[in-house]
């Protein structure tokens, strides 16, 4: 990490010959997620589109943000769809590697305390084996709709709002808005209440500044994308209160499962478990670009 990669991606909105300022950045954002639900409509009206389901349908709907998110940069802005966070791919594959990975034992770690403490346990399929391997060409699938659909969340909050409000109002400013965005956009979930409020400030606080760390949104796509699918299609738990299709495993709540580590309808995401952990990595990483930034400043 460089002072030319992160202040690049930061200050990506410089770069721009007609740059979009704060507010009207904020609406750009509204819309962009918007588009995602007119889509969805649309999707729906085609012959045959349910026999993907309803989570690789919605993943599908996301496309709607690359696309015209494009549009924005490349015909208002005048800047390249690079600079949202997509340069430098020679650190590509580092990044999404070591966000996928993070992601998985992240969450495989929050399934293990659910599990071990009698909160949730594996589901046996009718064969008596725990793994559904016909469900592993959906699995597979979903991973790329899920890769679709977390790239657009992190295309809206943490690429083009931090980059709208960053400029003119700084870092505090800057996360003050993809967080509340990136929370609203959450906000009618089934099973909603504080612990995953706090689990959706707290992820975004995380993805912010790794963003910021690493000057780009390689790693936390990556982080994002696995996180979801590791959820629903690997273990078959609902992702911020979407419920799983065709997944590898099932793991499910018992009969007497406390919803402080299970999570409840919303899924281990509002556990106190995964709060926890996010709010170690949070802090873990916001001291990271701190000292970063003082090592820059020096």
């Given at each position: 990490?460089?002072?030319?990669?992160?202040?690049?991606?930061?200050?990506?909105?410089?770069?721009?010959?007609?740059?979009t300022?704060?507010?009207v950045?904020?609406?750009?954002?509204v819309?962009l997620?918007?588009?995602?639900?007119a889509?969805?409509i649309?999707?729906a009206l085609?012959?045959g589109?349910?026999?993907?389901?309803?989570?690789?349908i919605s993943?599908?709907?996301?496309?709607?943000?690359w696309?015209?998110l494009?549009v924005?940069?490349?015909?208002k802005?005048?800047?390249?769809?690079?600079?949202?966070?997509?340069?430098?791919?020679?650190?590509?594959?580092?990044q999404?590697?070591?966000?996928?990975?993070?992601?998985l034992?992240a969450?495989s770690?929050?399934?293990?305390?659910?599990?071990?403490?009698?909160?949730m346990e594996?589901?046996?399929?009718?064969?008596?084996s725990?793994?559904?391997?016909?469900?592993?060409?959906?699995?597979?699938f979903?991973?790329?709709?899920f890769?679709?659909?977390?790239g657009?969340?992190e295309?809206?909050?943490?690429g083009y709002?931090i980059?709208?409000?960053?400029?003119r109002?700084?870092?505090?400013?800057a996360?003050?808005?993809?967080t509340?965005?990136?929370?609203l956009a959450?906000?009618?979930?089934t099973g909603?209440?504080?612990?995953?409020v706090?689990?959706?400030?707290?992820?975004?606080?995380?993805l912010g500044f790794?963003a910021?760390?690493?000057?780009?949104?390689w790693g936390?796509?990556?982080?994002?994308?696995?996180?979801?699918?590791?959820?629903n299609?690997?273990?078959?738990?609902p992702?911020?209160?979407?419920p799983?299709?065709?997944?590898?495993?099932?793991?499910?709540?018992?009969t007497?499962?406390?919803?402080l580590?299970?999570g409840g309808?919303?899924?281990?995401?509002a556990?106190?478990?995964?709060?926890?952990?996010l709010?170690?990595?949070?802090?873990?990483?916001?001291?990271y670009?701190?000292?970063g930034?003082?090592?820059?400043?020096?």
């Amino acid at each position: 990490m460089t002072e030319t990669r992160r202040d690049s991606f930061a200050g990506a909105m410089r770069e721009a010959q007609r740059p979009t300022g704060p507010l009207v950045g904020s609406i750009v954002a509204v819309v962009l997620f918007a588009s995602v639900m007119a889509t969805s409509i649309l999707l729906a009206l085609i012959p045959g589109i349910t026999a993907l389901g309803l989570t690789n349908i919605s993943s599908l709907a996301f496309l709607s943000v690359w696309i015209l998110l494009w549009v924005w940069l490349r015909f208002k802005e005048r800047r390249a769809f690079a600079s949202i966070g997509f340069r430098f791919p020679s650190r590509a594959p580092l990044q999404i590697a070591r966000g996928a990975a993070i992601a998985l034992g992240a969450m495989s770690l929050a399934v293990a305390v659910a599990v071990l403490t009698g909160n949730m346990e594996f589901l046996q399929t009718p064969d008596g084996s725990y793994a559904a391997w016909t469900a592993l060409g959906w699995v597979i699938f979903a991973l790329v709709g899920f890769s679709i659909q977390s790239g657009a969340e992190e295309l809206i909050s943490r690429g083009y709002l931090i980059q709208s409000w960053m400029p003119r109002f700084g870092i505090l400013a800057a996360m003050i808005a993809q967080t509340v965005f990136f929370t609203l956009a959450h906000s009618l979930n089934t099973g909603m209440n504080i612990l995953s409020v706090l689990s959706l400030v707290l992820v975004s606080l995380l993805l912010g500044f790794w963003a910021l760390s690493e000057g780009g949104l390689w790693g936390v796509i990556a982080f994002h994308a696995v996180w979801n699918w590791a959820q629903n299609s690997l273990f078959g738990i609902p992702v911020s209160g979407i419920p799983a299709e065709n997944s590898l495993l099932a793991v499910v709540e018992t009969t007497d499962a406390n919803p402080l580590v299970s999570g409840g309808l919303f899924g281990l995401e509002a556990s106190l478990t995964t709060v926890v952990m996010l709010a170690i990595m949070a802090a873990a990483t916001i001291a990271y670009w701190a000292r970063g930034r003082n090592n820059r400043t020096a």
